[in-house]
């Protein structure tokens, strides 16, 4: 009887056991239920927060950025084409002179001597030639004899020519307008051909040569305007490219061009560093958004649009692309407001709260 009633008494705490267990899963399993419902339900109501800008359109230019040199329109080093001591400097260092003044006077004596006496040996085979011919004439003496003569005359007056050239070299002249920079040479001093005496440069226009990638080439056009920056403030002259050398540079494989600069301000100097803005294509109304809102895809560029509170997924047409900002061609309109913060955690049509817009 005592055995039955523990079999009972087992029965009864087991059955209550499972009881329990049942009640206990089925609480929990609805409440983590709810919870998971209400979690989901949470995310689905959840904003993302996010910046954004109202894309209004300005005027662009598409430009390539190189550094260039300023050129004078035209630089020369004056130097004496013979030897001889200096006799005169009829110049004053960082003056302006003109066109064929004389710079510097060499001595010409010798010159001058020598040139005197092929005069009177001119003088002399002048008269011998002209006896000579009326005894042609008469017979008196043969043609090779006249003809030896009239030879020796001509080599005379070569000779005097000669001499001529050489006395015009003792006077070095300016080939060009100009301003005359620091002398090299004093009065008195002896110099050999070639020794340099001072620069002349002219800078009633002024040029900037500058040299573009291979790439590029083909872009590069005579007439194109440019953009000339120079000094501290940055301060912006205009220029037009006249020339470009027909061949690359095989070591730097770059091309190089010159261009007018349109001043005649006195600030440039030539051999200074600038740079030059060449402007490929100008748009008068263009809409650019910051490189970071741009999302990359295989297919097409897209970008999100914030509207009605919500993302919107748009496939974007890029143009010109710079290293902050880049142009889209089509797919958004001016006014249009577009995300540029967050985009990696952005979905289409997912909601977005804006914390700023610009």
Known sequence: MKKYFRFIIIGIIATITIIFILFQSDFFGNNKNKSLAKSESSAKNKETFVRAMIIKSNALNNRLRVT?????????????????????INFTEGT?????????KIND?????????????????AKKEFR???????????????DTGLAELNAIKAEKRELEAKIAKTQVVAPFSGMIGLRQISQGAYINAGTSIAKLVNTDKLKVEFSVPEKYI???????????NFGENENKYEANIYAIEPKLN????????????????????????VKVEIIWDSFDKAMEIPTYALIPDIDAPKVYQYKNGKAVRKVVKIG???????????????ND??????????RPDIAVKLLEVK
């Open 250 to 273: 095989l070591n730097t494989r770059t091309l190089t061009a010159k261009a007018w600069i349109n001043t005649t301000t006195n600030e440039l100097k030539p051999g200074a560093f």
């Open 109 to 125: 004596a010798d010159l001058k001597a020598q040139f005197e006496k092929l005069t009177y040996r001119e003088e002399l085979f």
């Open 96 to 104: 302006n002179v003109a066109k064929g003044t004389l710079l510097v």
């Open 68 to 88: 260039g040199t300023i050129v004078a329109n035209e630089e020369v080093t004056i130097t004496s084409e013979i030897s001889g001591m200096i006799t005169q």
């Open 218 to 228: 083909t872009k590069l056009k005579l007439g194109q305007k440019c953009i000339i």
């Open 132 to 146: 000579q011919k009326k005894l042609l004439e008469k017979g008196g003496v043969s043609q090779d004899e006249y």
């Open 337 to 346: 407001t577009i995300i540029t913060s967050g985009i990696m955690n952005l």
């Open 320 to 334: 010109i692309r710079g290293s902050e900002m880049v142009q889209i061609e089509e797919g958004i309109a001016e």
